[in-house]
């Protein structure tokens, strides 16, 4: 943890990103897009490279994965042809390799136990969200999935967050999101939320603490010894901005 002795204020309701911050998914999720540019005649790419591409939907990553590069476009007409494989290639094989990463198991039971409310949002379109968390056994820890395609806006902008938070009945001044990306971070400021992130996603390569959120954790396990009784936590809060 990166803030010494000071703890955050326990929240009312705790949303978890998936891809990068639940699940290691990039194995998967590179051998769909090797699969699509099989069956398109084009030359795949190295597991690595993929992960740099990856957090901001389906969608971005073909069209990354189509021209070789975190920016730019392909032709409409290619990704129009490559689009629908990748999604059936990852369909077929959404678990086949991914895995959580180390200390999400114990991170969720420990937060379930000490009465927070949690929900997962994502970008991942529900057709892959739901089964991947139904496959690794992460599911029962959710009371509300919130998938990149269960709205008309996904992170980073605010509405998945603001959703979630009025299917619970909270203020965003009483909730945390924790993520890996620079996404997270954005829609969690954007919406009025605390935010706490992991190192080890899919931030395109930069390190997330860069992006200035409230906390960095080694793992998600850490998470509920950074919250800190909401009274004394709120104390110290402010107390650190000089309030």
């Given at each position: 943890m990166n803030r010494g002795s000071v703890r955050l204020p326990a929240p009312e309701m705790i949303l978890i990103d998936l891809d990068g911050t639940l699940v290691?998914?990039?194995?998967?999720?590179?051998?769909?897009?090797?699969?699509?540019?099989?069956?398109?005649?084009?030359?795949?790419?190295?597991?690595?490279?993929?992960?740099?591409?990856?957090?901001n939907g389906a969608e971005r990553l073909v069209r990354r994965a189509l021209v070789g590069r975190y920016e730019g476009e392909p032709p409409e007409e290619l990704f129009q042809r490559g689009y629908p494989i990748f999604l059936q290639a990852y369909q077929e094989n959404v678990c086949r390799r991914s895995r959580p990463f180390p200390g999400?198991?114990?991170?969720?039971?420990?937060?379930?136990?000490?009465?927070?409310?949690?929900?997962?949002?994502?970008n991942k379109p529900a057709r892959f969200t739901e089964p991947l968390l139904e496959q690794?056994?992460?599911?029962?820890?959710?009371?509300?999935?919130?998938?990149?395609?269960?709205?008309?806006?996904?992170?980073?902008?605010?509405?998945?967050?603001?959703?979630?938070?009025?299917?619970?009945?909270?203020?965003?001044?009483?909730?945390?999101?924790?993520?890996?990306?620079?996404?997270?971070?954005?829609?969690?400021?954007?919406?009025?939320?605390?935010v706490v992130c992991v190192p080890y996603g899919y931030n395109h390569?930069?390190?997330?603490?860069?992006?200035?959120p409230d906390a960095v954790v080694d793992s998600l396990a850490q998470l509920p010894n950074l919250l800190a009784p909401r009274d004394a936590a709120d104390a110290d809060w402010v107390a650190e901005r000089g309030g």
């Open positions: 290691d998914t990039v194995p998967d999720l590179a051998d769909a897009v090797n699969a699509m540019l099989r069956a398109l005649g084009m030359p795949p790419h190295p597991e690595a490279r993929v992960r740099e591409w990856i957090g999400v198991e114990a991170g969720l039971k420990a937060l379930e136990a000490a009465g927070y409310p949690l929900a997962c949002v994502t690794l056994g992460l599911d029962r820890y959710f009371r509300l999935v919130v998938s990149g395609d269960t709205l008309p806006r996904k992170k980073p902008d605010p509405a998945p967050l603001l959703h979630a938070a009025c299917f619970f009945g909270v203020a965003p001044q009483h909730a945390l999101m924790v993520g890996d990306s620079i996404n997270d971070v954005q829609a969690a400021r954007a919406a009025g939320f605390r390569g930069q390190d997330i603490r860069e992006a200035r």
